[in-house]
């Protein structure tokens, strides 16, 4: 398969004029060592997806005055943490209302409560801007193209492009700006979205048709998408369920890849993948949660490894190249 690398740079040139400059940021890339096929698209070293959107929707707060914001989402999020910190490194004064589950405090809650500390789990009233959870809203969006951005710019560098991407999913934000932004490049992609929510193919299109304003205002041209299919995790589709299966792949990726991958996420998303491999075709898969995400998990990861003889560490790894 040939490409027009030049055409594709001056494409990403325009891109990336069209979208703020602090969010042209690269994640790293990983070879897999399991499946030579496999490259691993880092997000997990960046914050995950959602640090992306942070990105561009944090200086639109500034420019917008709104110094007292509202987050929304679990206790046991990282996106909670992650962007308590954000705002309090910028002055800004957050505050943070309980959804999802309980239970005792641990992991991101634990973090939670250093950085709201009395706004944990309150409904002040006096807030200028409530973040919806995920973080997902307009100004959001330049932040998530970047993904595609960091994605192009590094095939480019490196001359190489696989036709398969696959990408996890929770509110559907971030995996509708990766097919809308895909799409602005013309490269010839399927996308596999696998939605940890119960998303289907007709809710993730609402969500391109209600980010279409925001694109088409950023990079002047019609949004559409590249080809894609939602489906679920071939194990503990329920939100937050935590089958025995995802907590092994989290030991098969920390012993063969070297990364440490949260279960609910980027483990479930690797078990869906190995359940369709095909060693001929070349894919892309993005990596979104790791070792704070884990954090989360100490007492069914615990049990399971006392539960467990510990496993047997590769005898030999090859790098492949």
């Not at 205002?217 to 998408?225: I, Y």
Request: hydrophobic letters at 40%; one cysteine or more.
């Amino acid at each position: 398969m040939t490409f027009d690398w030049a055409g594709i740079r001056s494409r990403l040139d325009t891109f990336w004029a069209a979208l703020p400059p602090e969010v042209r940021i690269l994640s790293r890339w990983s070879q897999s060592r399991r499946f030579p096929e496999v490259t691993y698209l880092r997000e997990e070293l960046l914050g995950s997806y959602k640090a992306r959107k942070y990105l561009s929707l944090l200086p639109w707060l500034e420019a917008q005055g709104h110094a007292r914001v509202l987050v929304h989402g679990s206790t046991h999020s990282g996106n909670v943490t992650q962007l308590g910190l954000e705002l309090r490194e910028r002055g800004l004064e957050p505050f943070f209302r309980r959804g999802g589950r309980g239970g005792p405090p641990a992991g991101n809650l634990l973090l939670s409560q250093l950085v709201y500390g009395t706004n944990f789990d309150s409904a002040e009233p006096g807030v200028d801007f409530e973040i919806p959870e995920g973080g997902s809203c307009p100004p959001a969006l330049a932040g998530s193209l970047g993904l595609v951005g960091s994605l192009v710019e590094q095939a480019l560098e490196r001359k190489i492009w696989k036709p398969d991407i696959f990408i996890d999913s929770g509110t559907g934000f971030t995996a509708a700006a990766l097919l809308s932004g895909l799409a602005y490049f013309e490269l010839p992609c399927r996308v596999v979205v696998v939605s940890m929510t119960g998303q289907s193919k007709s809710e993730l299109l609402e969500q391109l048709l209600a980010q279409r304003p925001e694109y088409e205002r950023l990079l002047q041209r019609p949004a559409s998408a590249v080809d894609f299919e939602v489906v679920p995790p071939p194990v503990g589709p329920s939100f937050g369920s935590l089958p025995t299966a995802a907590l092994e792949e989290v030991a098969e990726f920390a012993r063969w890849e070297g990364i440490l991958v949260d279960p609910l996420y980027a483990a479930k998303l690797s078990l869906l993948y190995q359940s369709r491999r095909d060693p001929e075709r070349p894919a892309f898969i993005f990596v979104s949660g790791g070792a704070r995400e884990l954090l989360c998990f100490q007492g069914p990861l615990r049990k399971w490894l006392t539960s467990k003889p510990l496993p047997t560490q590769p005898s030999s790894v090859t790098k492949v190249l």
